[in-house]
């Protein structure tokens, strides 16, 4: 196709250069200046080209911005040297000729984006550039935004050298060939928009689904010939030969109707406690994998594109050995051999039990009304005891009141659901309102031959727990040098200023970028004075995700230079509640 750019391309604004790069930095060795004067993309390739063979640190005078006709490249940050993180340039597209009905709402626009990122990423193979895109989610995130017609890219590179010299022609081809032909077939007229609008309907459907589930009553949905299992344990693909398609138990089949799809059917999981069991192997956890990431949309041809979760799903596992700073755990442990104070409880590492039971009460303040639960990552003494236990150890010396006790309570009085894997005891028969059975991967109903098997319970008392009102100064990711840090090591760690955030056992952060982004909204939430030293957690992240509905996911990037996805309220308290600096200033 005819380039927009380069030779005497038409419609080229030039210039304007002079000026608009960036100050010197702040480092402490000098910065070599911004190249000065007119700064188009004729001149950005005779600087390169001149450049060659130049020593690495004089990348830093391409800070700024290129003014490459439609669109306006912007060095934001130049690698010191050949082996630093990846240098960053932002892309700004005025006019891709995206039509209004791509970007106007905000579901179509967030898919529409990511579907952009998604086809950028495959045409910057064998390039040096590279673009942060989603994995089987489609999540909101900071390297591709649709602003109205145009797009906003954010992308690293590894600017090229030859030891510690510049290989300007390596360069400049990535500059001024590569991004200029990206450039090009991102526009709108040369990309498949039948595709691009089939799945902008298809995740359309899947919030038009979740949107239904509360009025309805259901807490998830998994729609027939939905695919659940996973390629292997270390791929989020789907299984490619030999998946058994899901098919609903007639008497749990409901229908919706979606805007492009129409009517589709499947099982609808009912508020109140859903217990699946079946033997092992039979696919139970992999139905609730499916089910926590059902609070996420996924892209056409995953197989759970309509595997739909309300967002107020939140997995519980235990978690021993993390931090718990002043949760209220009462109505889960009463009396510790300790004597400590169960309804303010603190401390630096916590049992199997009291890690769970600090996940579930933080995770009912934080707003989860539906709790996800798998005995393959739970503490059983914190789910079961049974009678013979019971008579051994007597209650006056068990801190312990078990989750079986309280999973009625939470739903009748705080409107708390369950849905819980157990395959291993029959007690939870006595509390379930329905029992899933999967059999070979096929869901059956067996409620009423497991109320057959019930017996009367007793159910303890749960009280909320007591609102924690967080001190602003203790969420702070300056380190000791003072400069502010956040990053991610991989999906387990959170690095937030001096301090590691263990993030693990945070099952529901799908997407690496969610992980800084978690790191970001801690910065917002005291930045943004959401927590203000007077607001619960709870109102502090209900104002930041008001912010962040009206701003969108760059609300939370500012000067950082990363990329980051959108994470949930949920993994955001999360990641709030496992910083061990955190101090909460009172209870209310
Ligand atoms: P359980 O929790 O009941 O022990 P899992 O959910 O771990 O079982 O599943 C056991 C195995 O079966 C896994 O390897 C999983 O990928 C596979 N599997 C699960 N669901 C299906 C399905 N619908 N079709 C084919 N294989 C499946
Ligand atoms: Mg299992």
């Not at 022609?169 to 991004?179: M, V």
């Not at 030969?241 to 409901?254: D, I, Q, T």
């Not at 309804?343 to 630096?348: I, K, L, Q, V």
């Not at 799908?510 to 005291?526: F, K, S």
Request: include cysteine; charged fraction near 30%; proline fraction near 5%.
């Amino acid at each position: 196709m005819a380039g927009r750019y380069g030779g005497g391309g038409q419609g080229r604004r030039h210039g304007g250069g002079g000026g608009r790069g960036p100050g010197r930095g702040g480092g402490r060795r000098p910065e070599p200046e911004p190249i000065r004067g007119v700064r188009d993309d004729a001149r950005l390739s005779a600087e390169l080209l001149r450049m060659d063979g130049d020593s690495y640190g004089r990348y830093k005078s391409l800070t700024g911005d290129w003014d490459f006709g439609d669109f306006t490249l912007t060095v934001q940050h130049a690698q010191a040297d050949p082996f630093a993180p990846p240098s960053r340039v932002r892309v700004l597209v005025h006019d891709a000729g995206i039509p209004k009905s791509a970007w106007a709402d905000p579901v179509r626009r967030r898919a529409t984006a990511d579907h952009l990122g998604r086809r950028a990423r495959r045409l910057l193979r064998g390039s040096l550039l590279r673009i942060d895109t989603g994995g089987q989610e489609v999540i909101e995130r900071s390297s591709c935004q649709l602003t109205d017609g145009g797009i906003d890219l954010r992308i690293g590179i590894d600017l090229p050298g030859r030891g510690r010299r510049i290989d300007g022609r390596a360069a400049e081809r990535e500059f001024c060939a590569t991004l200029p032909d990206l450039v090009d077939d991102l526009y709108w007229e040369e990309i498949d928009v039948a595709e691009a609008e089939a799945f902008a309907d298809s995740v359309a459907d899947t919030v038009a689904l979740r949107a239904q589930l509360e009025e309805r009553g259901l807490v998830a949905f998994v729609a027939d010939g939905a695919i659940l299992p996973r390629r292997s344990g270390v791929s989020d693909e789907p299984m490619t030969g030999g998946a058994v398609p899901f098919e609903s138990p007639a008497s749990l089949r409901v229908s919706v109707d979606l805007p492009h799809r129409g009517t589709v059917t499947g099982m609808g999981v009912p508020e109140g406690i859903t217990l699946i069991v079946g033997g092992g192997f039979h696919g139970k956890s992999t139905l609730l994998h499916a089910l926590e990431r059902g609070v996420y949309d996924h892209i056409p041809g995953d197989g759970r594109e309509l595997v739909v979760t309300r967002d107020d799903a939140v997995k519980i596992r235990a978690e021993e050995g993390r931090r718990v700073e002043r949760t209220d755990v009462s109505p889960f442990v009463r009396g510790l051999p300790t004597g400590a104070d169960t309804s303010d409880f603190r401390t630096e590492n916590a049992s199997g039990s009291t890690s769970q039971a600090a996940n579930i009460c933080e995770a009912v303040e934080a707003g989860a009304r539906t709790l996800l639960v798998d005995e393959d990552s739970t503490a059983t003494n914190l789910m079961i005891r049974d009678e013979r236990m019971q008579a051994l150890v007597h209650g006056d010396r068990e801190p312990l009141i078990p989750f079986i006790d309280l999973v009625r309570p939470l739903h009748r009085d705080h409107g708390v659901s369950t849905v819980l894997v157990m395959g291993g005891s029959g007690d939870y028969f006595d509390v379930a309102d329905q029992v899933v059975m999967l059999d070979a991967y096929h869901p059956h109903d067996v409620t009423e031959r497991a109320r057959a098997l019930a017996r009367e319970r007793t159910d303890a008392d749960f009280t909320a727990p007591r609102p924690r009102v967080v001190d602003p100064a203790s969420v702070d990711p300056a380190t000791a040098r003072g400069r502010s840090r956040i990053k991610r090591r991989d999906m387990d760690v959170l690095v937030f200023g001096d301090h590691d955030i263990d993030v693990r056992s945070v099952e529901q952060f799908v997407d690496p970028g969610q992980i800084t982004g978690a790191g970001l909204a801690l910065r917002e939430l005291v930045r943004g004075r959401h927590l203000d030293g007077a607001r619960t957690l709870a109102e502090a992240l209900d104002s930041l995700e008001r912010a962040l509905a009206k701003d969108g996911v760059t609300l939370l990037g500012g000067d950082f230079g990363g990329d980051y996805a959108l994470p949930r309220r949920h993994e955001i308290a999360a990641v709030l509640n496992r910083l061990r600096a955190l101090r909460v200033a009172e209870q209310r």
